[in-house]
């Protein structure tokens, strides 16, 4: 016989529609004879938390004098190279250092730029499913909404009309706007051109789990 142990957790999920909404959460613990599709749900569920995590401010993106992203380093690491005259900041994480004078407030560093141009050859990622949904940051560019169970993905030209398999013509949709879509064009739907483009490698990092918006503009080509 199958016991269950029901959880209730109520866990905060900032969403990007019009405003924050605290909501419950069920999770079910399956303590005896595991249910597949139970443990596929919690292994989602899981994936899921980890995108909505906290914005991460110990993370500095460095760019070189063509303003091309090079790589990714801590905060601390770029204020040391940036005081040696290594490096210029142009973006300031919101937080400030824990300095020991409260007196002192000096910002975190997000994006700074090496007085050096590196030519390197640009790897090409493939435009997978996945890969689309972490661009995106799982939400959908019609109407904002970002539940990662109901996401799909959507041609912004159809392919009926000659659309491709591209980072430019792929783009995340929920359920709803890619039905209502169907096989109609952005012109003749009505809607905004959400304009996709090619990301950077450095945007698909196993250890980035939060993008900050000032690095969108150099990761995304």
Same mark, same amino acid.
């Given at each position: 016989?199958?016991?269950?142990?029901?959880?209730?957790?109520?866990?905060?999920?900032?969403?990007?529609?019009?405003?924050?909404?605290?909501?419950?959460?069920?999770?079910?613990?399956?303590?005896?004879?595991?249910?597949?599709?139970?443990?596929?749900?919690?292994?989602?569920?899981?994936?899921?938390?980890?995108?909505?995590?906290?914005?991460?401010?110990?993370?500095?993106?460095?760019?070189?004098?063509?303003?091309?992203?090079?790589?990714?380093?801590?905060?601390?690491?770029?204020?040391?190279?940036?005081?040696?005259?290594?490096?210029?900041?142009?973006?300031?994480?919101?937080?400030?250092?824990?300095?020991?004078?409260?007196?002192?407030?000096?910002?975190?560093?997000?994006?700074?730029?090496?007085?050096?141009?590196?030519?390197?050859?640009?790897?090409?990622?493939?435009?997978?499913?996945?890969?689309?949904?972490?661009?995106?940051?799982?939400?959908?560019?019609?109407?904002?909404?970002?539940?990662?169970?109901?996401?799909?993905?959507?041609?912004?030209?159809?392919?009926?009309?000659?659309?491709?398999?591209?980072?430019? @013509?792929?783009?995340?949709?929920? %359920?709803?706007?890619?039905?209502? #879509?169907?096989?109609?064009?952005? /012109? =003749? $739907?009505? +809607?905004?051109?959400? @304009?996709?483009?090619?990301?950077? %490698?450095?945007?698909?990092?196993? #250890?980035?789990?939060?993008?900050? /918006? =000032? $690095?969108? +503009?150099?990761?995304?080509?």
């Amino acid at each position: 016989m199958v016991i269950l142990k029901i959880l209730w957790l109520g866990i905060r999920i900032p969403l990007q529609v019009q405003k924050r909404k605290r909501i419950m959460i069920l999770k079910t613990i399956i303590i005896k004879n595991p249910n597949k599709k139970i443990l596929e749900f919690l292994k989602k569920e899981n994936k899921r938390k980890r995108i909505m995590r906290k914005p991460d401010y110990r993370k500095c993106l460095v760019l070189d004098s063509g303003y091309m992203p090079r790589q990714i380093i801590t905060s601390e690491r770029a204020f040391v190279v940036s005081l040696k005259g290594n490096a210029n900041i142009i973006h300031n994480h919101a937080e400030k250092f824990g300095l020991v004078n409260p007196d002192l407030e000096i910002y975190r560093p997000s994006v700074i730029v090496v007085p050096k141009y590196i030519n390197t050859h640009f790897y090409k990622l493939p435009p997978t499913r996945d890969n689309i949904f972490k661009r995106d940051d799982y939400t959908c560019v019609y109407c904002g909404y970002n539940d990662m169970r109901a996401m799909t993905l959507d041609h912004v030209i159809p392919k009926s009309k000659g659309g491709e398999d591209t980072w430019e @013509n792929l783009v995340t949709a929920c %359920r709803g706007c890619n039905s209502e #879509k169907d096989n109609l064009t952005i /012109e =003749e $739907w009505g +809607k905004e051109h959400p @304009n996709p483009k090619r990301p950077h %490698r450095l945007m698909f990092l196993k #250890k980035l789990t939060y993008i900050p /918006e =000032e $690095w969108k +503009k150099y990761l995304l080509i």
